[in-house]
């Protein structure tokens, strides 16, 4: 199971800039080559990977991707409709 974790990253000069290095097991994970995109947030800062065509997830994806959400899908479970819980 993929657990989410903090990692500090340090900002460095790169330039007149600043900048943060990746992790490569993390870029590797992600699928990030070399563009990524920023979404800013009034407390966070998202980095996403530029998808250029839609990619879709493997079955093991979308599974830690479920998990990760956490969502309640009992409303969804067709067996509390069919009845059998009343007999």
């Known amino acids: ?10 900002v460095t000069r790169i330039g007149n800039s600043r900048g943060v290095r990746l992790p490569a097991p993390l870029l590797r994970r992600h699928h990030i080559t070399d563009t990524l995109i920023l979404v800013e947030h009034p407390d966070e800062i998202v980095l996403r990977p530029k998808r250029t065509k839609k990619q879709k997830l493997s079955w093991e994806e979308t599974a830690k991707a479920m998990a990760f959400a956490k969502e309640d899908w009992s409303g969804w479970d067709c067996t509390l409709a069919d009845g059998l819980n009343e007999l």
């Open 1 to 10: 199971m993929y657990v989410m974790k903090a990692i500090e990253l340090k």
